[in-house]
DNA sequence: TTATTTATTCTACATTGTATAATTAATCAT
DNA sequence: ATGATTAATTATACAATGTAGAATAAATAA
């Protein structure tokens, strides 16, 4: 409203840490591994990709094809990593929800307190 | 992929914690306000009633009219609340940001550490 | 030179995010 | 009682994000 500022998709968000938790390892199917290992989230490898795209149209990652001649058959690897802003969505989204949070996570749960 | 599962979008996210702060006053208005307060994200109010209403029609939250005749001008009020599920989702999407996070943050911010 | 493998790109559609305009319904002044 | 004001919700429309599946590409192995 006030501003058009855009916020991170919550796909997007998990999309980004597998990545920065990758490292130099990051690429499209190990991404989706990731995701699935850590979340039990089992995503098309195309969802992976069309995110992958979207998030480097708006300047949040940056990619880079891997080495030509890889010692195993396949196309060549497309590896991505984080810009700084990129790292900064990531802390704005993560501080919000935090904010949102705060205070009232014991009480949701159980209901039955006294 | 798997299971045709369903997961909280962002959005839904924030406004099912604005929700659950305000208890009993929780109603389109205050949502909105509370969302812009917390966070400083202002958004329209039809983005926050098309936002509720998708959440009830998945169950995740329910509502009921406010009194006949308030004291005050104006159409009554429309109070929302969450439900068990909607507390289950909301734990499920905190529980998978809080694994994906996990042990990332310190390195991610600065990036000057030796 | 065709199969197999590994990976990415294309395409399409469903769901979620978001704003603006329209409507409803109550009080307040005249 | 009637139009203005106020407080709130509903309707409508469209943009952005989520997601899958098919198509394509490019390498190695047989």
New interface residues.
Partial sequence: ??NKET?????E??VL??L??LGKDAYGMTIRMEIDE??G????IGAVYTTLERLEKKGLILSQMGEATPQRGGKAKKYFE?TPAG?EK??E?????E???QG??PE??GGACA
């Fill in positions: 409203m006030g916020y991170l998709g919550e796909f968000h998990i840490l597998a920065i938790r850590r979340i989230r089992s995503v098309s984080i790292k990531l802390q989204a993560r501080k919000s929800m904010i949102m949070w009232l996570n949701m749960l």
